[in-house]
Protein backbone atom coordinates (compact mmCIF):
# COMPACT_ATOMS: atom_id res chain seq x y z
CA UNK A 1 0.00 0.00 0.00
CA UNK A 2 0.85 3.60 -0.08
CA UNK A 3 0.89 4.34 3.83
CA UNK A 4 2.97 3.58 6.48
CA UNK A 5 1.86 0.11 7.67
CA UNK A 6 2.59 -1.45 10.66
CA UNK A 7 2.62 -5.06 12.46
CA UNK A 8 1.46 -6.64 14.35
CA UNK A 9 -2.12 -4.21 14.90
CA UNK A 10 -2.39 -6.10 18.23
CA UNK A 11 -0.23 -7.99 20.57
CA UNK A 12 -0.47 -9.52 23.97
CA UNK A 13 2.60 -10.82 25.79
CA UNK A 14 2.81 -12.09 29.13
CA UNK A 15 5.30 -9.89 31.56
CA UNK A 16 9.04 -10.76 30.91
CA UNK A 17 8.84 -11.85 27.15
CA UNK A 18 10.71 -9.89 24.48
CA UNK A 19 8.49 -8.29 21.58
CA UNK A 20 8.96 -7.18 18.37
CA UNK A 21 7.26 -4.33 16.62
CA UNK A 22 7.97 -3.88 12.58
CA UNK A 23 7.30 -0.56 10.34
CA UNK A 24 6.97 -0.35 6.73
CA UNK A 25 7.69 3.46 5.84
CA UNK A 26 6.12 5.25 2.59
CA UNK A 27 8.80 4.46 -0.67
CA UNK A 28 11.47 7.00 -0.49
CA UNK A 29 10.84 8.24 2.88
CA UNK A 30 14.18 9.00 4.35
CA UNK A 31 13.26 10.10 8.05
CA UNK A 32 11.62 7.67 10.38
CA UNK A 33 10.02 7.88 13.65
CA UNK A 34 8.62 5.66 16.75
CA UNK A 35 6.17 7.08 18.94
CA UNK A 36 4.35 5.91 22.13
CA UNK A 37 0.88 6.80 22.87
CA UNK A 38 -0.04 5.85 26.39
CA UNK A 39 -3.68 6.36 27.69
CA UNK A 40 -4.14 10.20 29.13
CA UNK A 41 0.09 10.38 28.36
CA UNK A 42 -0.05 11.60 25.04
CA UNK A 43 2.25 10.82 22.37
CA UNK A 44 5.82 10.47 23.70
CA UNK A 45 8.63 10.46 21.51
CA UNK A 46 10.81 7.75 21.15
CA UNK A 47 13.66 7.29 18.31
CA UNK A 48 14.50 9.28 15.13
CA UNK A 49 15.73 7.75 12.27
CA UNK A 50 17.54 9.66 9.51
CA UNK A 51 18.29 6.71 6.56
CA UNK A 52 20.10 3.82 8.68
CA UNK A 53 21.66 5.84 11.27
CA UNK A 54 19.14 7.13 14.81
CA UNK A 55 20.68 10.74 15.33
CA UNK A 56 18.14 11.33 18.18
CA UNK A 57 17.72 8.24 20.47
CA UNK A 58 16.65 10.36 23.31
CA UNK A 59 12.96 8.89 23.95
CA UNK A 60 14.01 5.27 24.61
CA UNK A 61 12.24 4.31 28.29
CA UNK A 62 15.07 2.81 29.34
CA UNK A 63 17.93 0.10 27.79
CA UNK A 64 15.41 -2.95 27.36
CA UNK A 65 13.69 -0.53 24.17
CA UNK A 66 16.08 -0.61 21.17
CA UNK A 67 15.43 -0.51 17.19
CA UNK A 68 16.79 -0.50 14.38
CA UNK A 69 16.21 0.30 10.82
CA UNK A 70 17.64 -1.71 7.75
CA UNK A 71 18.10 -0.69 3.61
CA UNK A 72 17.00 2.73 4.75
CA UNK A 73 13.62 1.19 4.94
CA UNK A 74 11.39 -1.24 6.95
CA UNK A 75 12.06 -0.36 11.15
CA UNK A 76 12.21 -2.78 13.92
CA UNK A 77 11.43 -1.95 17.90
CA UNK A 78 12.59 -3.94 20.11
CA UNK A 79 11.28 -4.26 23.79
CA UNK A 80 12.90 -7.22 25.71
CA UNK A 81 11.76 -7.93 29.25
CA UNK A 82 8.34 -6.47 28.68
CA UNK A 83 6.87 -4.88 32.10
CA UNK A 84 3.10 -3.93 32.19
CA UNK A 85 3.95 0.11 32.06
CA UNK A 86 5.25 -0.93 28.54
CA UNK A 87 1.40 -1.58 27.46
CA UNK A 88 1.18 1.34 24.94
CA UNK A 89 0.24 2.22 21.12
CA UNK A 90 3.47 2.31 19.23
CA UNK A 91 3.04 4.49 16.50
CA UNK A 92 5.59 4.65 13.41
CA UNK A 93 5.59 8.04 11.23
CA UNK A 94 7.98 8.29 7.95
CA UNK A 95 8.63 12.07 6.28
CA UNK A 96 10.36 12.70 3.18
CA UNK A 97 13.21 14.13 4.59
CA UNK A 98 14.06 14.81 8.53
CA UNK A 99 16.31 18.01 7.56
CA UNK A 100 13.85 20.43 6.61
CA UNK A 101 10.87 22.10 8.66
CA UNK A 102 8.09 20.43 6.60
CA UNK A 103 6.64 18.71 9.73
CA UNK A 104 4.50 16.64 7.83
CA UNK A 105 4.64 13.02 9.43
CA UNK A 106 2.67 10.26 7.64
CA UNK A 107 1.61 8.21 10.69
CA UNK A 108 0.89 4.30 10.61
CA UNK A 109 -2.23 3.24 12.65
CA UNK A 110 -0.06 1.53 15.35
CA UNK A 111 0.40 -1.29 17.04
CA UNK A 112 -0.94 -1.98 20.47
CA UNK A 113 0.99 -4.05 22.95
CA UNK A 114 -0.94 -5.22 26.05
CA UNK A 115 1.49 -6.48 28.60
CA UNK A 116 -0.19 -9.28 30.89
CA UNK B 1 12.30 22.16 27.23
CA UNK B 2 9.54 22.01 24.76
CA UNK B 3 6.05 21.72 25.61
CA UNK B 4 2.33 21.47 24.62
CA UNK B 5 -0.49 22.40 26.51
CA UNK B 6 -4.09 21.91 25.09
CA UNK B 7 -7.55 22.03 26.66
CA UNK B 8 -8.32 18.16 27.71
CA UNK B 9 -12.03 16.65 26.56
CA UNK B 10 -14.14 15.15 25.67
CA UNK B 11 -15.64 18.23 24.37
CA UNK B 12 -19.46 17.66 22.88
CA UNK B 13 -20.96 19.98 20.24
CA UNK B 14 -24.07 19.83 18.61
CA UNK B 15 -23.56 19.71 14.87
CA UNK B 16 -23.54 23.43 13.57
CA UNK B 17 -21.77 24.53 16.55
CA UNK B 18 -18.45 26.77 16.59
CA UNK B 19 -15.11 24.82 17.61
CA UNK B 20 -12.72 26.30 19.70
CA UNK B 21 -9.80 23.68 21.10
CA UNK B 22 -6.98 25.75 22.78
CA UNK B 23 -2.97 24.87 22.63
CA UNK B 24 -0.51 27.12 24.20
CA UNK B 25 3.24 26.49 23.97
CA UNK B 26 6.47 26.50 25.42
CA UNK B 27 9.44 26.56 22.92
CA UNK B 28 13.35 28.13 22.95
CA UNK B 29 13.39 29.29 19.46
CA UNK B 30 10.63 29.25 16.83
CA UNK B 31 8.74 26.67 16.41
CA UNK B 32 6.63 25.48 13.57
CA UNK B 33 2.98 24.82 14.83
CA UNK B 34 0.41 21.62 13.54
CA UNK B 35 -2.71 20.48 14.37
CA UNK B 36 -3.02 16.34 13.49
CA UNK B 37 -6.31 14.89 14.27
CA UNK B 38 -6.89 11.16 14.66
CA UNK B 39 -10.24 9.63 13.57
CA UNK B 40 -11.66 6.50 15.07
CA UNK B 41 -9.83 3.48 13.73
CA UNK B 42 -7.18 5.44 11.43
CA UNK B 43 -3.64 6.88 11.76
CA UNK B 44 -3.01 10.65 12.84
CA UNK B 45 -3.08 12.76 9.85
CA UNK B 46 -1.53 16.12 9.52
CA UNK B 47 -4.65 19.12 9.21
CA UNK B 48 -3.05 22.44 9.37
CA UNK B 49 0.20 23.97 10.14
CA UNK B 50 1.50 27.39 10.29
CA UNK B 51 5.58 28.09 10.31
CA UNK B 52 6.25 31.78 11.95
CA UNK B 53 4.25 34.42 13.28
CA UNK B 54 1.06 35.38 12.25
CA UNK B 55 0.33 32.73 9.85
CA UNK B 56 -3.25 30.97 9.88
CA UNK B 57 -3.45 27.44 8.77
CA UNK B 58 -6.35 26.10 7.28
CA UNK B 59 -7.99 23.19 6.25
CA UNK B 60 -11.60 21.68 5.95
CA UNK B 61 -12.67 24.30 7.57
CA UNK B 62 -10.76 24.37 9.93
CA UNK B 63 -8.11 27.28 11.09
CA UNK B 64 -5.13 28.37 13.16
CA UNK B 65 -3.45 31.42 13.54
CA UNK B 66 0.29 31.35 14.78
CA UNK B 67 0.25 33.90 18.05
CA UNK B 68 3.77 34.44 18.85
CA UNK B 69 2.96 37.36 21.76
CA UNK B 70 0.48 34.62 23.70
CA UNK B 71 2.66 31.46 22.20
CA UNK B 72 -0.51 29.95 21.00
CA UNK B 73 -2.08 27.99 18.00
CA UNK B 74 -6.25 27.73 18.80
CA UNK B 75 -8.04 25.69 16.66
CA UNK B 76 -11.54 26.85 15.37
CA UNK B 77 -14.43 25.45 13.08
CA UNK B 78 -17.12 27.80 12.77
CA UNK B 79 -20.01 24.89 12.10
CA UNK B 80 -18.44 21.47 13.10
CA UNK B 81 -20.08 18.20 11.65
CA UNK B 82 -20.88 14.64 13.14
CA UNK B 83 -17.75 13.69 10.45
CA UNK B 84 -15.88 15.85 12.53
CA UNK B 85 -15.68 13.60 15.65
CA UNK B 86 -12.41 12.96 16.42
CA UNK B 87 -9.16 13.51 18.42
CA UNK B 88 -6.88 16.54 17.90
CA UNK B 89 -3.51 16.85 18.98
CA UNK B 90 -1.41 19.80 18.36
CA UNK B 91 1.96 19.75 18.08
CA UNK B 92 5.07 21.88 17.73
CA UNK B 93 8.40 21.15 15.53
CA UNK B 94 11.85 22.78 16.15
CA UNK B 95 14.43 21.97 12.83
CA UNK B 96 17.23 20.06 15.06
CA UNK B 97 19.51 17.12 14.91
CA UNK B 98 16.39 15.63 15.59
CA UNK B 99 15.10 15.87 12.20
CA UNK B 100 11.14 17.04 12.12
CA UNK B 101 10.63 15.55 15.76
CA UNK B 102 7.46 16.49 17.01
CA UNK B 103 6.40 17.54 20.46
CA UNK B 104 2.75 16.39 20.85
CA UNK B 105 -0.33 17.39 23.23
CA UNK B 106 -2.17 14.88 25.09
CA UNK B 107 -4.90 15.12 22.49
CA UNK B 108 -8.43 16.75 22.59
CA UNK B 109 -11.50 14.35 22.30
CA UNK B 110 -14.37 16.25 20.20
CA UNK B 111 -17.37 14.54 19.60
CA UNK B 112 -20.23 16.02 17.55
CA UNK B 113 -23.41 14.93 18.04
CA UNK B 114 -26.90 15.40 16.26
Known amino acids: GAGVSQSPSNKVTEKGKDVELRCDPISGHTALYWYRQSLGQGLEFLIYFQGNSAPDKSGLPSDRFSAERTGGSVSTLTIQRTQQEDSAVYLC??????????????FGEGSRLTVL | GNSVTQMEGPVTLSEEAFLTINCTYT??????LFWYVQYPGEGLQLLLK?????DKGSNKGFEATYRKETTSFHLEKGSVQVSDSAVYFCALSLLTGGGNKLTFGTGTQLKVEL
Open chain 1, 93 to 106: ASSLNGGVSSGELF
Open chain 2, 27 to 32: ATGYPS
Open chain 2, 50 to 54: ATKAD
